[in-house]
Nanobody, 126 residues
Framework: QVQLVESGGGSVQAGGSLNLSCEAY????????MRWFRQAPGKEREAVAS????????EYADSVKGRFNISQDIAKNTVYLLMNNLKPEDTAVYYC???????????????????WGKGTQVTVSS
């Protein structure tokens, strides 16, 4: 049974940084498509960053470009999200997701991943 476990969330002041991690368990191979989503109170879930092929292709939401960086350690089946210059509007629950069936960067970035973590809270105060 596949499990995704996020860590690294917390509370920081605006301008600060956090580094989220998500490790995949129970999957014999490495996920080639891993993504981060977030959901703020009263808002819909949105894709924040995606990585395909261990870094062959990455994609970011416009709101985080230049501030967030997604990376992946294939050997550890772990994906990271380094978040710099955090803003109060980044406050949300951040979810890790993985897709074992994506066969292209396009499928990865546009698909609906079947595996999800439980989320980690990120709170940014002004």
């Amino acid at each position: 049974q596949v499990q995704l476990v996020e860590s690294g969330g917390g509370s920081v002041q605006a301008g600060g940084s956090l580094n989220l991690s998500c490790e995949a368990y129970g999957y014999a191979y490495s996920f080639h498509c891993m993504r981060w989503f977030r959901q703020a109170p009263g808002k819909e879930r949105e894709a924040v960053a995606s990585i395909y092929g261990g870094g062959y292709k990455t994609e970011y939401a416009d709101s985080v470009k230049g501030r967030f960086n997604i990376s992946q350690d294939i050997a550890k089946n772990t994906v990271y999200l380094l978040m710099n210059n955090l803003k109060p509007e980044d406050t949300a629950v951040y979810y890790c997701a993985a897709d074992s069936s994506a066969r292209s960067a396009f499928q990865c970035m546009s698909g609906s991943p079947p595996y999800w973590g439980k989320g980690t809270q990120v709170t940014v105060s002004s």
